[in-house]
């Protein structure tokens, strides 16, 4: 499919015409500059002047110009894709755009004043400009709604968070999730075997922890204005200099906006948001420069060593943005100090790294170290087409298809050998009914969990017995047991914490395996071709149920041979969804793929 990507940033845009099947640039251009007096048009040789009188829209038709004379003999344009950096609550998937969605968004707006606003007039320039294609909206913040509620809520009291729709939304999520890939795919694996924490630095700045695939932690907040030092954002600061600043300098609500989104970060310290400046005037002895540096890159390497706490470790240290790809003294400055995480930066390769089309990843770590450090090459148009793309090529799903829905309580997967310690010697589980995946079957036997705070009785065990103990349990169940157990898929027991057992023979401490299980589907790959998924893609699911309606995020699927189709949650989940026996879903694609679970 050949699609237009317009990427509209805060005083810029670019736009690419790609081919997604072979993932070719056709034709780009870019302007820079827009309503300022060095506004500047680039397509390959050609190069011209606008001015500062040059308007977003204005800046969008010229583009738009340009891109249909350069697809004349390529073939059509067939659809145009929006970079719109906040979503809001509501846009967390690529979106066809028409009159009420930019009504919507133009609700969200002033949650990020220099990028959204620039990027719907665009987007209403594109569509008037070219009405009879599709125009899709690509959303920064939507690569972050798996955030988990412990990183994505502020401790504010809850009717206020309710009230006025507060948390942390978290930016640049093109850009982390092709770091991801890319990554992925140069290493010659997939993002859900690695924990990688991606720094895009570039005028605005972020650092993503990616766990196995997933945003976990993101350094932006409810706005861009939190976390890194940015071009002319100051990143995190006090909120009582804020209260000072209105306090003492009288400030409004005008002037603090100006402050923290035009005039501090780099700029604030040095008069300038342009790092090769910066680091040029630094080497020949600019101490408010040398200051510059020094916080920038402080700044950054305490967001990695975080966010490898959170992820309990880290596999790659990733670096992308105008920043990131190019300055070798940057990414050194960054990564010292690391060796701890396992992490050493190879000098020669850091100094020598350069990125093409044909090379967009370059590995800078020692060949020994045990966490990779990388240089990707951003390419956000290729991504914004690409999640187009699988919008508007979806398939309707067959009525006919449904996914059976299964509750799933409390229960625990045991060692042999644990069940003898628990059981007596020799001991053999004893099946009490069978369930729906080949070769399982709950058990007679129940254990007691035993926590630092109470007491789970009753818990039953799943047969046959497997390598490693993992223990499953509700959010519900956390609370009483006095534990925190993390939300993951079956077998992922790394950095799990462990929880004492008690049987009819002896009571043992299991030191690790307790999980929250992640809510999942099992299929065969029979199913996931008609379903047209793969094993580890993310669904959402829609619970139509009578005044209880839910929309239940982060499904993940699971392909196996020996699956047999059916969704598994939590009784917690079930209850909030009101979902009872024999309740079945269908699925079906919507930008990424969407589940929908539809009572029958």
Do not use: W
Request: with cysteine.
């Amino acid at each position: 499919m050949r699609i237009l990507a317009l990427n509209c940033g805060s005083s810029s845009i670019k736009c690419a015409l790609i081919e997604t099947a072979t993932s070719r640039r056709l034709a780009e251009a870019r302007i820079e500059q827009i309503g300022k007096s060095k506004a500047r048009f680039h397509a390959g040789e050609k190069t011209r002047e606008l001015g500062e009188s040059t308007s977003f829209e204005q800046a969008a038709t010229i583009l738009l110009e340009e891109m249909q004379g350069a697809a004349q003999g390529l073939g059509a344009i067939q659809a145009v894709a929006h970079r719109i950096v906040h979503g809001g609550e509501r846009f967390i998937q690529p979106t066809r755009l028409d009159k009420a969605t930019l009504a919507e968004l133009d609700a969200v707006s002033e949650l990020a004043p220099l990028h959204n606003l620039p990027a719907l007039a665009c987007a209403r320039a594109a569509m008037s400009f070219i009405p009879d294609i599709e125009h899709v909206a690509v959303f920064d913040t939507a690569f972050h709604a798996t955030l988990p509620t412990r990183a994505k809520q502020y401790a504010l009291p809850k009717d206020v968070v309710d009230r006025f729709g507060i948390r942390r939304f978290g930016f640049h999520g093109t850009s982390h999730s092709h770091v991801s890939h890319a990554t992925a795919a140069h290493l010659l694996t997939t993002p859900q075997q690695l924990r990688i924490v991606s720094c895009h630095l570039g005028n605005g700045a972020s650092v993503t922890a990616i766990e196995y695939g997933r945003s976990v932690e993101t350094s932006m907040g409810m706005t861009p204005l939190e976390g890194l030092v940015m071009g002319t954002r100051p990143g995190d600061v006090d909120p009582g200099v804020l209260l000072e600043l209105m306090r003492s300098a009288k400030m409004n609500e005008a002037q603090l906006n100006d402050l923290l989104n035009t005039r501090s970060g780099l700029k604030g310290l040095t008069g300038t948001n342009d790092m090769r400046e910066i680091e040029t005037r630094a080497s020949q002895g600019d101490e408010p420069c040398r200051l510059a540096i020094t916080l920038y890159s402080h700044r950054v390497r305490k967001y990695i060593g975080a966010y490898a706490a959170v992820m309990g470790g880290v596999d790659v240290i990733a670096f992308t943005g105008g920043i990131g790809e190019n300055s070798a003294l940057i990414r050194h400055r960054c990564t010292q100090r690391l060796e701890f995480l396992g992490a050493v930066l190879d000098e020669d390769r850091n100094r020598d790294a350069k990125l093409s089309s044909a090379q967009s990843v370059a590995q800078i770590s020692d060949p020994a170290s045990r966490a990779r450090i990388v240089v990707v090459r951003a390419d956000e148009e290729l991504a914004i087409a690409r999640e187009a793309a699988v919008l508007l090529s979806q398939r309707s799903q067959p009525d006919s298809l449904r996914i059976p829905v299964a509750v799933s309580a409390r229960h625990a997967h045991l060692s042999q050998a644990t069940v003898e310690r628990l059981f007596g010697e020799g001991y053999q589980l004893q099946v009490r009914a069978p369930l729906s995946q080949t070769g399982q079957y709950a058990a007679q036997e129940t254990v007691t969990l035993i926590g630092p705070r109470g007491k789970l009785a009753g818990v039953r065990l799943m047969g046959p017995p497997r390598g490693h103990d993992q223990i499953e349990i509700s959010r519900t169940d956390e609370f009483v047991l006095g534990v925190d157990a993390p939300v993951r898929i079956s077998g992922d027991l790394n950095n799990t914490p462990g929880i004492t057992l008690e049987g009819p023979k002896g009571t043992m401490t299991i030191p690790n395996g307790l999980i929250t299980a992640r809510r999942h589907i099992h299929m065969s790959p029979s199913d996931a071709e008609r379903f047209g998924v793969q094993d580890h893609d993310t669904v959402e699911v829609r619970i139509d149920s009578q005044g209880r309606d839910l929309t239940f995020g982060d499904v993940t699927v699971r392909v196996s041979p020996d699956f047999t189709l059916e969704m598994h949650l939590d009784t917690d989940e079930a209850n909030a969804a009101g979902i009872e026996r024999g309740d079945k879903g269908e699925l079906e694609e919507r930008g990424e793929v969407e589940g929908r679970i539809t009572r029958k």
